[in-house]
């Protein structure tokens, strides 16, 4: 079984940088693409970035493109998302995920096995 606990999340003002942290245990990420989902109230839950098993390919979604960068560290059997010039859009629980079937960062998030439990982005105008 594998857990992974997200953790970095907060309340900030449009314009700030925020970095979530997302570490497992019981597997090792590396045979893992992984991705950062977030779901806004009243909003489906949706790919925000992803990467894939060995960090050579990253995936964003349109709205994060230069502003988000994800990335990895197999040691520490952790991946990271740096957010940077924060927009209210922004706003949603980011949630880390696993999927351990792929190399690549699939959008769909029921190709996803594990899931972290949350952490609340809250951006403020």
């Known amino acids: 079984q594998v857990q992974l606990v997200e953790s970095g999340g907060g309340l900030v003002q449009a314009g700030d940088s925020l970095r979530l942290s997302c570490v497992a245990s019981g597997r090792a990420l590396v045979s893992a693409a992984m991705g950062w989902f977030r779901q806004a109230p009243g909003k489906d839950r949706e790919l925000a970035a992803g990467?894939?098993?060995?960090?050579?390919?990253?995936f964003y979604t349109d709205s994060v493109k230069g502003r988000f960068i994800i990335s990895r560290d197999n040691a520490k059997n952790s991946v990271y998302l740096q957010m940077n010039s924060l927009k209210p859009e922004d706003t949603a629980v980011y949630y880390c995920?696993?999927?351990?079937?792929?190399?690549?960062?699939?959008?769909?998030?029921?190709?996803?096995?594990?899931w972290g439990q949350g952490t609340q982005v809250a951006v403020s105008a």
């Open positions: 990467i894939s098993r060995s960090g050579g390919i990253t």
């Open positions: 995920a696993a999927d351990f079937d792929r190399m690549r960062p699939s959008p769909r998030k029921d190709d996803y096995e594990f």
